[in-house]
C-alpha cells in the first residue's frame, strides 16, 4: 500500500504562483506513475499532469505553459509549480499514483492511489 499526502493549497489572486506537493510513504517502489488531478465545484474531476517513472510528461492542455509537474526524492515527492494562476484553476487538487506507466489515462480511470486533496482558490 501506498500512502499520499498533500500540501501547498491555499488562497491566490489571479495571476500569482502556488507549489503543491504530494509526500508518498509505504510501497513507494510499486510506483510508476505520479500525477495530480483536481476538481472543481459542480465539475468531475479532471487530468492536470502526469509524469511516469520513465520520466514521460502530460499535461492538461488548459495548464500548459503555465503548470509545472517535478519529482523529487525518487518516488518519495513530486510537486505541481503552478503560475499565472486563473480563477479556473479552482479546486480540489489530489495528488495520485498508479502501479502503470500511466502516461495518458482515459477519463474516469481510478489511480491506484490517492491523496485526500489540498484546497486552491484562486480570487479574481
Known amino acids: 500500500q501506498v500512502q499520499l499526502v498533500e500540501s501547498g493549497g491555499g488562497l491566490v489572486q489571479e495571476g500569482g504562483s502556488l507549489r503543491l506537493s504530494c509526500a508518498a510513504s509505504g510501497s513507494i517502489f510499486s510506483i510508476n506513475a505520479m500525477a495530480w488531478y483536481r476538481q472543481a465545484p459542480g465539475k468531475e474531476r479532471e487530468l492536470v499532469a502526469v509524469v511516469t517513472s520513465g520520466g514521460s510528461t502530460n499535461y492538461a492542455d488548459s495548464v500548459k505553459g503555465r503548470f509545472t509537474l517535478s519529482r523529487g526524492d525518487f518516488k518519495r515527492t513530486w510537486f505541481l509549480q503552478m503560475n499565472s494562476l486563473k480563477a479556473e484553476d479552482t479546486a480540489v487538487y489530489y495528488c495520485?499514483?498508479?502501479?502503470?506507466?500511466?502516461?495518458?489515462?482515459?477519463?474516469?480511470?481510478?489511480?491506484?492511489?490517492w491523496g485526500q486533496g489540498t484546497q486552491v482558490n484562486v480570487s479574481s
Open positions: 495520485a499514483a498508479d502501479r502503470r506507466e500511466m502516461i495518458q489515462p482515459l477519463p474516469g480511470y481510478e489511480f491506484d492511489y
